[in-house]
């Protein structure tokens, strides 16, 4: 029996509740939850969409999911392709296969470097299931009570937002609430950026006919610039294949002023994910600022609400923050790097994420401007007049 297994079976109802709660900003349903652990342990899954290359964000997703499998959840995650085709083609539908590719094995990746046992998981990618007749049809119920209204603010802090939306992005909300029912699973994960598609299944799956689900919502980690975390910000991100230079080169560049602790993007990426992740893996919750001892030396913080304090009372300097969290998080990426190193990873990378085409230059012409014809005329007359001036005259025999 695993480790995970052997703590599993010791955990009481309420002891798995914590774990399953354990960071979350929103729980919809808890009471169903609290009931459905009294009898057996849950389901649930989590959905990506395989768009923009994933970045050090989804280790808060990751370290949930770790929670999960230790409160004796069955996880199932959902590699959500056709959804990454109707979100305003965020991805082209030719390039999707490979995304989904590459996205499998980033998500393994980051699973494995902080100890989750693969295992316990299951992956499952959308097109196997929501291009089967049945699911259509379920789609199409669903098409003819949804208002246009209701699919249109259901989507509107996950899918693109444009001027002039198309109905794919319509269709997005109603697949990923018909997705509880097709993985049939009790619960489905996610940011509270998703709480409006959340509602809206809980909403619409009973008129069809179908059970409504518990949602458990983790909060948006804010980005390097305060702001959430974006695939499409470069500025706001840490790509999950950046090397160890240019990690620490991102965060000195990081907003975090000294004493602030609100919209702190290094402060809370330490929260989310270095504290629950150590505790994971080392059975405690550890984490060291690293500094000269003429600055205090290294200090080891057992809990996130000790380092929270003293940044915030200026004890811990946003240099020494962000130099020992760029440490912690190169150690956590190295396996990914490492796993994507060889050619086939390689090649792989390549055909997901394509290097744009370079633009042909494009030689501007100096523009001639309109000259009435005597204008023209007068300097050709003036150089003819010159020439003549200079000319020999000519000796008669």
């Not at 995970?4 to 709660?21: D, F, G, N």
């Not at 959905?47 to 989804?58: C, E, L, M, Q, R």
């Not at 000294?258 to 402060?267: A, S």
């Amino acid at each position: 029996m695993s480790d995970t297994a052997a703590t599993t079976t010791t955990l009481s109802p309420e002891e798995k509740l914590a774990l399953i709660k354990r960071n979350l900003q929103e729980v919809l349903g808890e009471e169903e939850l609290k009931k459905t652990l009294a009898e057996r342990d849950i389901s649930l899954y989590w959905g990506t969409a395989p768009t923009g290359k994933p970045h050090v964000g989804y280790f808060v997703p990751m370290s949930k999911i770790a929670d999960y499998l230790k409160a004796g959840c069955h996880v199932t995650i959902l590699l959500a392709d056709i959804h990454a085709f109707l979100d305003n083609l965020k991805a082209p539908i030719e390039l999707v296969k490979a995304r989904t590719k590459y996205y499998e094995h980033v998500v393994k990746g980051m699973l494995s470097s902080i100890g989750v046992p693969l295992d316990k998981l299951k992956f499952i990618v959308g097109s196997s299931y929501e291009l089967t007749p049945e699911f259509s049809m379920d789609n199409y119920r669903l098409a003819s009570i949804v208002t246009e209204h209701d699919a249109k603010k259901a989507g509107a802090e996950v899918v693109k937002q444009v001027d002039s939306p198309l109905l794919s992005g319509l269709l997005y909300p109603g697949m990923q609430a018909l997705d509880e029912e097709y993985l049939k699973v009790d619960a489905q994960f996610g940011g509270v950026d998703q709480r409006k598609i959340f509602t809206f299944a809980e909403k619409y799956l009973p008129q069809l006919g179908y059970k409504k689900r518990i949602h458990l919502m983790n909060p948006m980690v804010p980005g390097l610039q305060g702001t959430k975390m974006s695939s499409s910000d470069p500025d706001s991100k840490i790509d999950l294949l950046d090397g160890e230079k240019a990690v620490l080169k991102k965060l000195k560049k990081a907003f975090c002023e000294e004493g602030n602790i609100e919209n702190n993007g290094v402060l809370s990426f330490a929260k989310f994910v270095l504290f629950p992740v150590s505790s994971l893996r080392d059975g405690k919750a550890e984490f060291v600022i690293k500094r000269p001892e003429q600055y205090g030396g290294n200090t080891t913080y057992t809990s996130f609400e000790d380092l929270e304090r003293d940044f915030a009372e200026k004890k811990v300097h946003p240099g020494d923050l962000k130099n020992s969290v760029a440490a912690a998080l190169n150690a956590l990426l190295e396996p990914v790097r490492k796993h994507f190193e060889s050619p086939e990873m390689q090649q792989l990378l390549l055909e997901a994420y394509p290097p744009p085409q370079a633009k042909p230059k494009v030689v501007k012409q100096k523009k001639k401007h309109n000259k009435r014809p005597e204008d023209a005329a007068a300097p050709k007359a003036e150089a003819e007049q010159k020439l003549a001036e200079e000319r020999p005259a000519e000796v008669s025999a």
